[in-house]
């Protein structure tokens, strides 16, 4: 009932727009009585769905600093008991949630904390982990469909953005209206084990997802569309490929691994339970799908920059680019950022893959990927902590 309630809120704007004033007004009206305790750090990744992402490495990066001695940490998550590695926590959207935001004094995230309102009080620090490069699908203000409901829902005040590309700036600061002040090229904390993958642990991971170790691995990850969506509100998404075709052209070799986005709510299509597909839809960790991988297909997804990293082939496969493009939109022209550009039809991907040249797609991924669009990597957790607790920490936005 909640949840349906949610939806009607977010896809009604009239209910948004009261839903928004209402509530931060008595949320703003609540917190003078409420004192900051600058001791006290919320972490919320993907709006609560998930331990995960940026925030689970920064805040894992802190249990074992000395500055942990002098700070408390709670999470907060849509079902906290999904969660119990974690010490504190509370439901988001509940009363505790909201006084405990109230009273940190520092929020991080790698989306918001703000829950669509406009409550933060000053003296609490906010900082966000971007959760996807941009770089490749529009965002914010660039979307032409973006309409009165998402400015007033984005009115964020960070005190520090982390981001790890290299052209990120210019775009987020048009996009999302933000000086380029706050924003932190230190590369991404939840990225800092793909840099550090070794055999054993992808034989490890192999072997935790169910894939044999003497196949490859390619992943299907693709992004979500927000214009695709059920009666209730609710992003769906169809898996746009003939299995049997897969099974029978590849079969021998590789085991196929199907993810999606984290906003999807719901795969469409029924998937094979024949060892060949394996159902990855939710798994929790997206870099040890990215581990295990010898090639990724994608489409209009930031995962592409973050794969990069490992320097291994990529496809994108842009079946409704078109519509895509009508939709949403995009800041980069696809067919000049992959090797095979945007691969429209299934025939067309299944024949890419079984006569690429792998080391030369490897060195693609590498020199025009990689190396053109990532600014750092590696290191992050330890970079953004000393930005954080550093009292007299400037940004090197626009360097």
């Known amino acids: 009932m909640i949840s349906k309630l949610k939806l009607l809120v977010k896809n009604n704007k009239s209910l948004y727009f009261l839903y928004y004033y209402i509530c931060s007004f008595l949320l703003r009206l609540f917190g003078l009585f409420v004192k900051t305790d600058p001791n006290l750090i919320l972490f919320i990744s ?24 002098m700070h408390k940490y709670v999470w907060a998550f849509v079902s906290p008991r999904e969660f119990p590695q974690v010490e504190h926590s509370v439901r988001v959207d509940s009363a505790a949630y909201y006084i405990t935001a109230l009273k940190a004094g520092y929020w991080i995230t790698n989306s918001s ?43 964020e005040q960070f005190d520090g953005i982390f981001i790890e590309g290299k052209e990120e700036i210019d775009i987020l600061t048009h996009a ?36 044999p170790q003497d196949k490859k691995v390619i992943l299907y990850a693709p992004t979500f569309r927000e214009f695709s969506k059920s009666l209730s509100g609710q992003t769906l998404l169809s898996i746009p490929f003939h299995f049997d075709a897969w099974r029978e052209k590849l079969g021998e070799e590789y085991v196929l691994i199907i993810t999606a986005h984290y906003e999807v709510v719901k795969l469409t299509d029924a998937l094979p339970t ?58 980069t022209d696809l067919n000049l950022l992959f090797s095979h550009g945007v691969i429209r039809s299934e025939v067309e991907l299944l024949n890419s893959i079984i006569n690429m040249d792998y080391h ?40």
Not at 47 to 67: A, C, I, R
């Open 274 to 331: 024949d060892g060949f597909v394996i159902n990855a839809f939710k798994y929790p960790r997206i870099n040890d799908l990215l581990k295990v991988a010898d090639i990724l297909i994608s489409d209009y997804s930031s995962v592409v920059f973050d794969y990069s990293i490992l320097e291994r082939p990529i496809f994108c496969y842009g079946y409704d680019y078109d519509n895509y493009l009508k939709e949403r939109g995009l800041y």
């Open 113 to 155: 904390a703000s829950r669509g309102l406009k409550f933060k009080k000053k003296a609490t620090k906010y900082y966000m982990f971007q959760h996807g490069m941009a770089g490749i699908k529009r965002l914010g203000r660039d979307i032409e469909q973006a309409d009165r409901a998402f400015h007033i829902a984005f009115q």
């Open 46 to 69: 993907y709006g609560g769905q998930k331990y995960d992402d940026s925030p689970k490495v920064l805040y894992e990066y802190l249990l074992n600093h000395p500055v942990s001695s």
């Open 176 to 211: 999302w209206d933000m000086p380029r002040s706050v924003f932190y090229q230190t590369g991404l904390p939840r990225n800092d084990d793909l840099t550090t993958a070794t055999p054993e642990e992808i034989q490890m991971l192999k072997e935790k997802l169910g894939v």
């Open 360 to 399: 030369k797609e490897c060195e693609y991924t590498r020199a025009s990927i990689k190396n053109k669009y990532i600014a750092s990597y590696g290191g992050a957790a330890e970079k953004a902590v000393e930005i954080i607790f550093s009292k007299d920490s400037s940004s090197i936005g626009g360097q």
